[in-house]
């Protein structure tokens, strides 16, 4: 691998001293596996020899026994109690754009609320002609909607800023999940109670004990906010806010409050009433930017990472990664496998949707020899993701929200994989 300097960055220079780059290839066809000598394929499998279990082993079916390892992951010394904590979806394990339900990131303040549906309420009041309270079988009685939206918590890769330090995506990327909400739009809700000509904000107020309350601006709310009820096509989880959470499309992560119990309307935010509720950056001249909402565009490579090497050895190769932007869509992602010195166009495949993740893929014949490896995302605005050492000219080393930058992996000869910064 490159050399390394003292700051633990991999430089270039050194990367092409020490091996050339792959060459991708035309065709990309994996040699056939041999009958020859593998029992796998000559002996009859103990699974074709006996029936298996019937249709009443499992009313809510659980992955296969085989996939037990692929779970949400946290880091214990990130915090210091798990109510208030954080855990991490495991990207390198999943594919497509859809995160399931059972390995969605978590990130509480005071732990899961245990709300019982029937007594579920959310109120609307404040600036409003009528002030309302909705049971959950209310809001069904609303206009339904069915939206993809990724959601990404500010501090998402908050722990990178000043070097590489986690080895692996689902640590270093994996506050994120991408889900299909079932729900009703806010604005319906909002113009059912009559909002008041001075209302500038809506302020959602969680029922968890953390009682967690944000501040989101009228123009937002009444844009493409959501009372989400359901996710990939069930009940919310538990862990997401069950029975209903706030969806803020694009925006970051702490804004979606979950198990939502109240909406005030006002003209000022909460973070000017009361101590701040708002997450802030600190830039290195000791200033904040304060609103920074919305999630810029972001992309990772999943495979191969540190928790996902190569293991099948040099020839045909399939890279692949999300990249997801909260100002629309993603028309393009680049990859590298040297570091930067050559970039390829990935092939993006699934639906592209704004506010979602994509997927992409770049198919290559691996050499064997190292790679570094990058993925640079395009948004619809033309927004281009920036490298990490760009972001901190302009933001400093001192802050922990919106970290967009690039990532490299540096692979070796192995396959194995390793969190590396270059310049
Ligand atoms: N809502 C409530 N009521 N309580 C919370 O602690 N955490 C926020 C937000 N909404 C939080 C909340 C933060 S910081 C994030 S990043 C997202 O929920 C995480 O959503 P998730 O747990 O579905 O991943
Ligand atoms: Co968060």
Redesign the pocket.
Known sequence: MGDKTLEGKTTRRGFLAGGAAAAAGAALVPAAAKAEGDPAILNLPSWTQELGAGVDAAPYGMPSKYEAHVVRRNVPWLTADSVSS?NFTPLHELDGIITPNGV???????GV?EVDPAEYRLMINGLVDRELVFTLDDLKRFPRHNRVYF?????NSGMEWRGAQLNGCQFTHG?I?NVMYTGVLLKDLLNEAGVKGSAKWVLPE???A?G?TRSVPLEKAMDDCMIAFKMNGEALRP???YPA?LVVPGW?????????RRLEVGDMPWHHREETSKYTDLLANGKARRFTWEMDAKSVVTNPSPQAPITHGKGPTVLTGVAWSGRGTIPRVDVTIDGGITWHEARVDGPSLPMSMHRFYYEFNWDGKPMLIQSRAHDSTGYVQPTKDALRKVRGESSIYHNNGIQTWAVNANGEAENVEIS
Request: glycine share 8%; proline share 0%.
């Open positions: 954080i969605c990131f978590e990130r509480h303040h005071s609320a959601l990404e918590c500010a501090a506050m999940h969680g029922a968890d953390a967690m862990e997401q806010g959470r970051e992560g702490n804004m979606w409050v979950k198990w939502i």
